[in-house]
């Protein structure tokens, strides 16, 4: 009896102080009229130039032809989001502000519409759940690294990085990817990490030297395009995968070649289960 009477007591003191709890959520951010702003940053001259982009949720354009180091501008409706510009010598970080509330679900714009110079540079990309459109032919890029989260992207080299690349790197998550031209990024090695998504991977233009691709995801679509006439070499290792390749490839296993004249391009795919089409 006395423990039940205990029982009794211990629920209406939780209810009694239910009662009187009350928790402070933060206030949801409101859009406001659109803000625009331009970004200006000049060349710092320097042998080791980092270029850094931090970029939540939005629309993000990158285009050679700035007459800085980074030239453009930018549109947003919600105040915590004012771009903030750090320099310090040869590192340059745009970064977009962080909001102090809840994020507006509706109603929100931000956009950034960014040119980038020819100066020799690393670029660094971080993003998370936004649209993307670069076009990143004619630069003098030394690396780029880009890590995004849910995001549809759309990458273009037009025509050949002025500078021999050491490194392109690219993590994702479930996103919609589409890498065009990258013979022409001049790479010496390429990194791409990606989750369950649809990704295509498009090695048009003109490959000057040997190159190694590494491509590792999840459950995905893969598309890898390489132009007849290119040496080729792709290593399939991989579980529940469905492989097509167009004519002109020999197999052997899980390698698959290509003969052409020139440099090679040795690509290894790593893929748990999904889809994965070579074509020209």
């Not at 130039?49 to 919600?78: E, I, Q």
Request: hydrophobic share 40%; proline share 4%.
């Amino acid at each position: 009896m006395n423990g039940k009477i205990i029982s009794v007591l211990l629920v209406l003191a939780l209810a009694s102080l239910a009662c009187g709890f009350t928790v402070d959520l933060p206030n949801q951010v409101k859009a406001g009229p659109d803000v625009k702003e331009s970004i200006t940053v000049a060349d710092p001259k320097s042998e080791e130039t980092r270029v850094s982009l931090s970029f939540g949720a939005g629309n993000l354009t990158l285009s050679p032809g700035a007459k800085n180091l980074v030239d453009g501008t930018v549109v947003y409706n919600v105040e915590d989001l004012k771009p903030e510009i750090v320099e310090d010598g040869g590192n340059v970080e745009i970064k977009q502000g962080n909001f102090n509330g809840i994020p507006p679900f509706d109603g929100m714009k931000n956009e950034w519409d960014l040119k980038l110079g020819k100066s020799p540079m690393d670029l660094t990309i971080n993003a998370g759940a936004y649209s993307g459109e670069y076009e990143l032919g004619g630069l003098a890029l030394k690396s780029l690294t880009i890590s995004d989260g849910a995001a549809d992207v759309s990458l273009s080299f037009s025509k050949p990085n002025l500078i021999e690349m050491t490194e392109l790197r690219y993590s994702t998550g479930a996103s919609d990817v589409r890498l065009e031209g990258l013979a022409n990024a001049n790479f010496s090695t390429l990194v791409f990490d990606g989750g369950a998504g649809d990704y295509t991977l498009d090695f048009s233009g003109e490959l000057q030297r040997d190159a190694t691709v590494s491509i590792d995801s999840g459950l995905s679509d893969l598309r890898v395009v390489i132009p007849v006439g290119v040496n080729a070499i792709v290593t399939i290792d991989g579980g529940l995968t469905d492989i097509n390749a167009s004519d002109g490839w020999s197999q052997n296993g899980s390698v698959y070649t290509q003969k052409g004249e020139g440099p090679t391009l040795t690509i290894v795919i790593n893929m748990g289960a999904g889809n994965i089409t070579i074509t020209d």
